[in-house]
């Protein structure tokens, strides 16, 4: 059974670090390309960033460029999202998917793990 | 790059058909056939229900189907049980440098 787990969100000021994990199983880890996505308190999800099987290739939604940082290491098969300089409008749950095919589409996702930026 | 416009929320008694539009542009949904839907039950990981427009995954029940239209897809639950109660989100490929875009999100209510 695909499963994808993910840890490491909390309450952290304005400014502060968080580092996000995603541990994967039951699915050929290295395999696979990931995304994480995030989504805000109301709102729909939004893509945040993407890597490579081989953790070659990454991408990142602007508004977290130079501030995230997605890598992976396949022996452990886990998935990271380093976030530096948090502000507050990155406060959401964040979610790792397990991207399917060649146009980005998901088919496995975690529970989500959620990060608050507040004073 | 704007989210897909879903509409908030869509509601149905047991055993009735509803329809879920999501709308965007010739650069994502009228565009290619990638777009996705998903389940979101409270607390619980998304599940993806249809795939490429209407492909269903092993194990999703076949009272869910997808189609498009222009730039616009829909979700159809037919049958509608009290379990289908959740959100339900689209998402589609997009040619813009993101490559993924999700709609807004609709909540399903089982009167």
């Known amino acids: 059974e695909v499963q994808l787990v993910e840890s490491g969100g909390g309450l952290v000021q304005p400014g502060g670090s968080l580092r996000l994990s995603c541990a994967a199983s039951g699915f050929a880890f290295r395999a696979y390309w990931m995304h994480w996505v995030r989504q805000a308190p109301g709102k729909g999800p939004v893509w945040v960033s993407r890597i490579s099987s081989d953790g070659t290739k990454t991408s990142q939604a602007d508004s977290v460029t130079g501030r995230f940082t997605i890598s992976r290491d396949n022996a452990k098969n886990t998935l990271y999202l380093q976030m530096n300089s948090l502000r507050a409008e990155d406060t959401a749950m964040y979610y790792c998917?397990?991207?399917?095919?060649?146009?980005?589409?998901?088919?496995?996702w975690g529970q989500g793990t959620l990060v608050a930026v507040s004073s | 790059q704007s989210a897909l416009t879903q509409p908030a929320s869509v509601s149905g008694s047991p055993g009735q058909s509803i329809t879920i539009p999501c709308t965007g542009t010739s650069s994502d949904i009228g565009g290619y056939n990638f777009v996705s839907w998903f389940q979101v039950h409270p607390g619980k990981a998304p599940k993806l229900m249809i795939y490429d427009v209407f492909t269903r995954p092993s194990g999703v029940s076949n009272r869910f189907s997808g189609s498009k239209s222009g730039n616009t897809a829909s979700l159809t639950i037919s049958e509608l049980q009290a379990e289908d109660e959740a959100d339900y989100y689209c998402g589609s490929y997009t040619s813009f440098s993101t490559g993924y875009v999700f709609g807004t999100g609709t909540e399903v209510t089982v009167l």
């Open positions: 998917g397990r991207i399917r095919d060649d146009y980005n589409g998901v088919d496995y």
